[in-house]
């Protein structure tokens, strides 16, 4: 994937397509670190990093809609 997304794509998505997102940003994290455990070399050392970032994002927009529908 490793397309940066920014706060603003998250904002403009509906809930399902954040879902989905959410859902492959983590199954991407959980392969980054399967990788990593078993001794592989990966190609970018910053990627854990930046997928951490991209779910806190699509989560924090996710509970800032949750909070203004309350």
Do not use: C, H, W
Request: hydrophobic share 40%.
């Amino acid at each position: 994937m490793m397309d940066i997304i920014t706060v603003a794509k998250v904002r403009e998505m509906d809930e399902r397509e954040r879902e989905r997102t959410l859902l492959t940003l983590r199954e991407e994290l959980m392969m980054l670190y399967s990788q990593q455990t078993g001794g592989g070399i990966a190609d970018n050392p910053a990627k854990a990093k930046i997928l951490r970032k991209q779910i806190a994002r699509v989560l924090t927009v996710k509970n800032e809609i949750k909070k203004l529908n309350v």
